[in-house]
């Protein structure tokens, strides 16, 4: 393809953080349009990366006083070291410089001791200060010496060879480093002009809040783009230069659906055609027909529950009928005159 002078543009996406719903431990984003396919291919890969490659810290090992292995009790202390190094786990550590870091817990009398009460090193922080370490009984002391490390993904306890005890005592843990906990992705039809072909991807990401989804998003996207330059064998072609970005709203068309109250990206003519342009399965489809249903226009005034109440139309024929208005930017309940369709039909005539 180095011969070919002239290539045909890309659709360039509009990338939309959902503000209404964003926090510290969780983000929504929708990508729209792409390219016919992209959804799966970008959806799944930045998955797989915020999933294993993230950068984070946690607790790799500990020195609890008076204790040298994981299986032994403390006094005065209500929880073995066992639930102790597993309540460990769950503390939540921001590193803002990425080096490694201690923390300290010196724990004396009766209480309950938790993340808050550690002494850290400028650089960390505990996101989750009220996560409970241990119940300490009167009498009790507890004396906890914590490294923090940074990496990506999982790793498992890295006891040296050939030692069961160390001789600080240190019991090494297993860490999952990655912020990230969740993360799903949704694909979806939606339209640019009257083509329906091209692809919505919704993006759900949940954290730890050592990291927002933002920050991991942008992390894993670089992550991404710099694996992907090292398969270029020549030079690269400058997309971006001549694809257009959408508009502010992506799958907006002509304002046909004003005054019917539908999605902008509905358009008029299509309320009038048969069923057929939704491409159901035979079943549905036939349910329909039988029903009276033949234009895609007595579908969306019939409510969800009246569409169940057709003979033999179930709910896994509902969600696909559902799914195939979507993808049309239609609903169930739309309650559309055929006049007013009629009538909009007939101005956008004239003005032709």
């Not at 393809?1 to 045909?8: A, P």
């Amino acid at each position: 393809m180095s011969n070919k002078l002239e290539y045909r543009p890309l659709t360039i996406p509009k990338v939309q953080w959902n503000k209404k719903n964003l926090t510290e431990t969780y983000g929504e984003l929708v990508a729209q349009p792409l390219e016919p396919g992209f959804g799966v291919t970008l959806g799944n890969a930045l998955r797989r990366i915020l999933l294993g490659s993230i950068e984070g810290s946690a607790i790799t090992s500990v020195i609890i006083q008076g204790v040298n292995n994981e299986f032994a009790s403390i006094p005065n202390v209500v929880e073995d070291v066992m639930q102790i190094l597993l309540n460990i786990k769950g503390i939540v550590i921001k590193n803002s410089t990425g080096q490694s870091g201690s923390m300290t817990l010196q724990f004396k009398g009766q209480g309950i001791a938790k993340a808050g009460d550690i002494q850290l090193d400028s650089h960390l922080k505990i996101v989750n200060p009220d996560h409970v370490i241990a119940t300490v009984s009167a009498g009790g002391d507890l004396d906890i010496t914590f490294t923090v490390e940074s990496g990506r993904g999982y790793q498992p306890a890295q006891w040296p060879l050939g030692k069961g005890i160390q001789e600080d005592s240190r019991i090494y843990l297993d860490a999952m480093f990655s912020p990230v906990s969740k993360v799903f992705f949704d694909v979806e039809k939606t339209m640019v002009g009257k083509d329906i072909d091209y692809d919505r991807l919704t993006l759900k990401i949940n954290t730890n809040g050592a990291e927002s989804s933002t920050e991991v998003l942008n992390y894993s996207v670089s992550v991404l783009r710099s694996q992907l330059e090292h398969f270029l064998i020549s030079t690269e072609i400058p997309f971006n230069s001549f694809s257009e970005v959408v508009a502010e709203n992506p799958v907006e068309v002509e304002d046909d659906s004003q005054g019917l109250g539908l999605d902008s990206a509905a358009t008029v003519d299509i309320l009038l055609k048969p069923i057929d342009e939704l491409e159901l399965s035979a079943r549905a489809h036939n349910c329909l027909i039988n029903a009276g249903k033949k234009r895609i226009l007595d579908l969306v005034n019939l409510s969800r529950d009246e569409a169940l109440n057709l003979k033999n139309f179930g709910s896994k024929s509902l969600n696909e009928v559902e799914d195939s208005l979507r993808s049309l930017g239609l609903a169930f309940g739309a309650n559309i005159k055929e006049t007013d369709i009629k009538k909009i039909l007939k101005v956008k005539s004239d003005e032709d």
